[in-house]
């Protein structure tokens, strides 16, 4: 079992920047890979960013590559999204996900066997 918690959220200008947090809980959390998705008002949740359980290895959806970067602290047992040069097109809420899978994409919400409660992001224009 694990227990996720997502922080960090808020109201930021176009072109700024946040970083959500998302602290698990357990001593296996390096056991899985972790993805960020976001759902806004009225659309399916998506798939954002996904980091392998070693950190070595991220994904990205194509509408924040180069402008969104995941990082995990396993010692800590957090992963973070770094968010900038954000977008109005960018508010949802953000949800991390874990999955006990390891290397390879997967951007479907039935592929992640854990989630947190979600934070808001809203980018005003």
């Known amino acids: 079992q694990v227990q996720l918690v997502e922080s960090g959220g808020g109201l930021v200008q176009a072109g700024g920047s946040l970083r959500l947090s998302c602290a698990a809980s357990g001593r296996t959390f390096e056991r899985y890979s972790m993805g960020w998705f976001r759902q806004a008002p009225g659309k399916e949740r998506e798939f954002v960013t996904r980091?392998?359980?070693?950190?070595?290895?991220?994904y990205y959806a194509e509408s924040v590559k180069d402008r969104f970067t995941i990082s995990r602290d396993n010692a800590k047992n957090t992963v973070h999204l770094q968010m900038n040069s954000l977008k109005p097109e960018d508010t949802a809420v953000y949800y991390c996900?874990?999955?006990?899978?390891?290397?390879?994409?997967?951007?479907?919400?039935?592929?992640?066997?854990?989630w947190g409660q979600g934070t808001q992001v809203t980018v005003s224009s």
């Open positions: 980091i392998s359980r070693s950190g070595g290895i991220a």
């Open positions: 996900a874990a999955d006990g899978r390891d290397v390879g994409i997967y951007r479907s919400t039935t592929q992640y066997d854990y």
